[in-house]
């Protein structure tokens, strides 16, 4: 024991070399290694490719939300373009609104997929029994701008009472390790599972991607910072040609419809459908419909979304924060945030989205894997958004990218987003049992609950609270 605590001779010397080897990082408000921050733009040339950069990732969301509900609600090609250009402009105006009077972070404010579910719900509440689909698809979409109006009132009052400010004062680091990490890494289901829809388009991006934003910037010094910001255009750009040589040379001709789909680069059928110059506005699907168990269910679900801006906030507001290399938010400008969430809510539901908004996780994780944080960035983004939202087959184009591409970089983003949640780890004490209880019970459970739901919907064909009642 003498040896152990270093009175034994020698001893002593060999435990300060492992004491030294094991002594932990220190803990850093703010992240280091970024090339811009907030407030330090980069020259003009670089900041619009990495605005488009930013553009790209979004669009993947705005056209698998929109891909996935559309043909529920009965609509065609021709109503999908026009749900993805009105989700385009919407996300363009609120991540003005959110960088200039919300938060000011680097957030990009896209559709949500928390808000899918009731979507769904409302999709199959068997009231639209209209034989033209297309008059059921505007039914159901004024149905769904109804109840996300009344929804997005939750966080307007607390965004904007302060009331959302006295809740987050009492979070912790340790709470938002669980609840960011699953946050990112709960959605595998968008990750691979989606590559391997067609693995010989989206598994070549995958690596293309990683060796390009990981290895090859480290490896090539004169190219370093072209292969670091801008690799997800340069993956991209190499395997959607690679795609369309495929496609063209008939390698997809005789299989089947689905892994056509999911393969070709010209099975979207957005850009015929879509207009050449179409601009989005208010109440287009005719005036919303109101429905007090619709309203009851999109409420629910803005207050999730509610809980995950708060942890956002924390979380993916603060991992925003802390890839832009900026102080830790105060409790205030958190809650400022959230209302100005609720105001993109409401937005959504006057214009006529098929889903809310939220911060884009995608584009969080983007921010980590450019290095490059600064507020002018984002914007530029919202400005293409709402730039290629008006002229329709221009943004038709890129929204034809095969999903397989765009689920490869959210391997990359999901991740950085479920990284930055442990990362919060280093501001919490790690050897106490409280600690490790909380953590751990945390965890598990936010892994166990959801395939406890998952088992029962695919034996049974339906959730374990399943009664005839829409608000339940």
């Keep these: 024991m003498a040896g152990v605590n270093g009175g034994g001779g020698g001893g002593g010397g060999v435990v300060k070399v492992v004491e030294s080897s094991l002594a ?7 992240l280091q290694n970024v090339s811009y921050c907030i407030t330090s733009p980069p020259p003009w040339h670089e900041a619009i490719l990495l605005g488009f950069q930013h553009y790209i990732v979004m669009l993947g969301t705005v056209v698998i939300i929109s891909t996935a509900l559309v043909p529920q609600m009965g609509g065609g090609n021709k109503e999908k373009a026009d749900v993805i250009q009105t989700m385009l402009f919407v996300a363009g105006l609120n991540t003005l609104l959110q960088t200039m009077f919300g938060t000011r972070l680097p957030a990009v404010i896209g559709s949500s997929y928390t808000y899918v579910p009731s979507t769904i719900s409302i999709i199959l509440s068997g009231r639209w029994s209209d034989p033209n689909p297309v008059a059921r698809f505007k039914k159901e979409m004024r149905a769904i701008q ?15 009472s302060g009331l959302w400010r006295n809740v987050a004062r009492l979070l912790s680091p340790l709470s938002a390790v669980p609840l960011v990490a699953l946050a990112g890494f709960g959605l595998y289901e968008l990750g691979f599972p989606e590559v391997a829809r067609c693995v010989e388009i989206g598994l070549p991006q995958l690596i293309i991607l990683v060796l390009l934003s ?11 910072n072209i292969f670091e910001r801008f690799a997800v255009l340069i993956s991209v750009a190499i395997v959607w040609i690679y795609a369309y040589i495929l496609t063209v040379s008939g390698v997809y001709n005789h299989t089947a419809l689905k892994t056509q789909t999911s393969c070709r680069t010209d099975r979207s059928g957005l850009i015929h459908a879509a207009p050449w110059i179409r601009a989005p506005y208010p109440f287009q699907w005719g005036a919303p419909s109101f429905d007090a168990g619709e309203a009851f269910a999109m409420m629910m679900t803005a207050f999730v979304a509610l809980v995950e801006a708060c942890f956002f906030s924390t979380g993916g507001f603060i991992a925003v924060s802390r890839y832009a290399s900026a102080t830790p938010m105060p409790p205030s400008i958190l809650s400022r945030g959230v209302g100005w969430q609720g105001i993109g809510i409401l937005l ?17 994780g983007l921010l980590a894997l450019t290095r490059i944080g600064s507020r002018r960035v984002v914007q530029i983004s919202a400005g293409f958004m709402i730039f290629f939202s008006v002229l329709g087959k221009f943004g038709a184009v890129f929204a034809s990218i095969p999903p397989p591409i765009i ?12 990284g930055v949640g442990l990362s919060f780890l280093q501001f919490c004490n790690l050897n106490t ?35 005839s009642s829409r608000w339940v």
Excluded at 24 to 30: E, F, G, Y
């Design 24 to 30: 932990p990082h220190p803990a850093k408000d703010q």
């Design 146 to 160: 109804g109840a996300l109006i009344i929804a997005s009132t939750i966080q307007i009052i607390l965004g904007f």
């Design 214 to 224: 990981q290895y090859l910037s480290h490896l090539v010094h004169s190219g370093k």
């Design 348 to 364: 959504s539901g006057m214009f006529g989205t098929v889903s809310g908004s939220s911060v884009s996780m995608e584009n969080a």
């Design 407 to 418: 689920a490869a970089l959210y391997c990359l983003f999901f991740a950085y987003v479920g």
């Design 433 to 467: 049992f409280r600690t490790k209880f909380i953590l751990g019970f945390s965890v598990f459970l936010g892994l166990s609950v959801p395939q406890y739901f998952n088992e029962y919907e695919a034996i049974n064909g339906y959730g374990p609270v399943h009664t």
